[in-house]
C-alpha cells in the first residue's frame, strides 16, 4: 500500500528536506507531492488522493492556515492529517492551526525525527515490514 504526502511550502530547499527526512524514514513506499502554495495545495487536493499534508504558514497568494481553513469546509478533507512546520510558533499561530485540526505543529528549524513522528502519529504512516523494500538514499542526504 502506497501512502501519498502533500508538502506545502515556498522554500524549495524545505520542500526537498522533508521529501528526504520521509525517504530515509523507513516507512514504506511514500508518494510526495510539492505545492508551492495553499492555492495550489488545495488544486492538488481536488484531483488526488493525498493521506497527509505537511504544509508551511507564510506564502504567498494563500498561507497554510487559510489552505487549512479551506480544507476543512470540505467534507472529503475534513480529516484529513495535516502537520504544519513553520518557524512562526507562537502560542497564538499554534492555537489557531489546532482550532482549524491541525494534528500536530513543528517549529522550524526541526529535527528529522520529528517530522517522522508527526508522520507516524497521522496514523497512515507504519514502519515497513521486512519484506517491503524501502528506497533510501542516505549517503546522498546533505542536511
Known amino acids: 500500500m502506497s501512502i ?3 508538502i506545502v511550502d515556498d522554500s524549495r530547499s524545505i520542500r526537498e528536506v522533508i521529501r528526504r527526512i520521509i525517504r530515509i524514514s ?3 513506499p511514500v508518494r510526495c507531492i ?3 502554495n495553499g492555492k495550489e495545495g488545495l488544486e492538488i487536493l481536488s484531483r488526488e488522493k493525498v493521506d497527509v499534508v505537511l504544509t508551511g504558514i507564510h506564502m504567498p497568494e494563500m498561507g497554510g492556515l487559510e489552505m487549512l481553513a ?5 467534507a472529503t478533507l475534513q480529516n484529513l492529517p495535516v ?4 518557524s512562526d ?3 497564538r499561530r499554534v492555537k489557531s492551526a489546532a482550532d ?11 529535527y528529522p525525527e520529528e517530522i517522522k513522528k508527526a508522520l507516524a502519529d497521522a496514523g497512515q504512516f507504519k ?3 521486512q519484506n517491503e523494500r524501502v528506497e533510501t538514499d542516505i549517503d546522498a542526504v546533505d542536511f
Open 100 to 110: 482549524l485540526g491541525c494534528g500536530k505543529f513543528i517549529r522550524k528549524p526541526f
Open 127 to 129: 514502519e515497513a515490514g
Open 26 to 28: 523507513g516507512f514504506g
Open 83 to 86: 502537520v504544519v512546520v513553520a
Open 89 to 91: 510558533a507562537g502560542l
Open 34 to 36: 510539492d505545492a508551492v
Open 4 to 6: 501519498t504526502a502533500l
Open 70 to 74: 479551506e480544507m476543512r469546509k470540505q
